[in-house]
């Protein structure tokens, strides 16, 4: 796969967007979300709230043919080899989709999954009583790892081309709507295939609650403007694209999740246009209706906590130094953070099979184990979620220090 990267040639940007609900050419920055480039791809773009609907949007994207080969070639979705590399993230959020969809299941003759990676959520389905399981995913090796890990049948297909969504009694799209240029098409498209009495279950991370209003727990800065998500969608967003598809939001909520930011779940069916969207589920936290406004809150609680990163940064030593996580997290911080950028990196390492050998800010990306040859180098751990997992792990393969930029 990396002799395709590397026929990519010069570094692969984005282009403008309009507002991805409302198709509106005006937006007003937020924050400019600058990144380094990793592996060809420069993901570097404004946050913009629209003029018009409020919506909050990534202003700049990959070009068709570049997303669908980022997606094809680099994704960590498709690395998935046991059980046990399954992540916490994605076991909790198929875990609060079984139950959320409780009271619909016995209704559930066959399940559709866009986007299914390794097949996790249709196996929790299939688990909870659901007899027929399906899946379709971009990444070419998604469908080695749900057959192999779950028996699981998945296709290789882009969701907007697919054209078997009517022979299902739910189509499930969890974490793609934020990925997608176009996600109103895509719910067009389904909303036209869905034959009567099936849903739709939507899952995207709630822009509407973002800035966490009322819980205090600490964030990753700027964690939700990932180099992967374009749209930032709140409730009131998401019901009117909905809406314009010919769909209407059944039953809808907001949860805490361990691993991240907010999650909304939502319902969807057909119905005709114009109707009222419903009340929270009793059971859901404070979410905003308008995601721009949340946000711009978010953007600010963002940069409190980017200053305590800086922080621990400028306590680091002046020597050469190693990063841990070629993600977005590393690629915000050597383009943003002023001690980060100037300090001499020697490598940066990652587990995702597909990154090693390529480059992140002109750093040589490596496999885990190669640590081991850069003994007594200290390593920053650069990621939120996974930090005490990796610091952790690291212990038991590597002898240098080890510096975590969260508690």
């Not at 998935?80 to 916490?88: L, T």
């Not at 967003?237 to 039953?251: H, I, K, Q, W, Y």
């Amino acid at each position: 796969m990396n002799s395709q990267i590397a026929d990519l040639g010069a570094v692969v940007r984005g282009a403008p967007r309009v507002c991805p609900a409302c198709g509106n050419y005006a937006g007003v920055m937020v924050f400019d979300n600058r990144m380094v480039e990793c592996a060809g791809y420069d993901f570097s773009s404004p946050v913009l709230r629209c003029a018009s609907c409020d919506c909050a949007y990534a202003g700049r994207a990959l070009l068709p043919k570049d997303l669908h080969r980022y997606y094809s070639v680099l994704s960590k979705y498709d690395t998935v080899r046991s059980r046990e590399d399954i992540s916490a993230l994605d076991r909790e959020r198929a875990a609060l989709a079984t139950d959320f969809l409780a009271p619909i299941l016995h209704d559930l003759g066959s399940v559709l999954d866009v986007g299914c990676s390794s097949g996790v959520l249709l196996h929790a389905l299939r688990a909870a009583g659901v007899r027929h399981v399906q899946g379709i995913d971009p990444a070419a090796d998604a469908s080695v790892a749900a057959r192999a890990l779950f028996d699981i049948p998945v296709a290789q297909a882009q969701a907007e081309n697919y054209d078997d969504y009517g022979s299902h009694d739910l189509v499930c799209v969890m974490a793609v709507l934020e990925h997608l240029l176009e996600p109103c098409a895509l719910l067009d498209v389904i909303g036209r295939q869905l034959k009567p009495g099936a849903r739709v279950l939507i899952e995207i991370p709630d822009a509407g609650a973002f800035d966490r209003p009322g819980d205090d727990r600490p964030i990753e800065p700027f964690g939700e403007f990932s180099n992967e998500h374009i749209n930032f969608l709140s409730i009131g967003d998401l019901s009117r694209m909905a809406s314009s598809a010919g769909l209407e939001v059944e039953r809808w909520r907001t949860l805490r999740i361990a691993y991240g930011a907010p999650d909304l779940f939502v319902l969807l069916h057909k119905a005709p246009k114009g109707s009222q969207l419903p009340a929270a589920d009793s059971v859901s936290m404070q979410s905003r209706l308008r995601s721009g406004d949340a946000v711009a809150r978010y953007v600010t609680r963002s940069l409190t906590a980017l200053s305590a990163v800086e922080q621990r940064l400028q306590a680091v030593p002046a020597v050469p130094l190693l990063i841990y996580g070629a993600g977005n997290h590393t690629a915000r911080l050597m383009a943003q953070s002023a001690v980060l950028g100037s300090a001499k990196v020697l490598a940066v390492f990652d587990r995702n099979p597909h990154l090693h050998g390529q480059s992140i800010g002109g750093v040589q990306i490596l496999p885990p184990e190669q640590i081991r040859e850069f003994v007594g180098v200290p390593v920053i751990i650069s990621t939120f979620n996974a930090r005490r997992e990796i610091h952790a792990g690291l212990s038991a393969i590597a002898q240098q220090p080890r510096i975590l930029l969260y508690d």
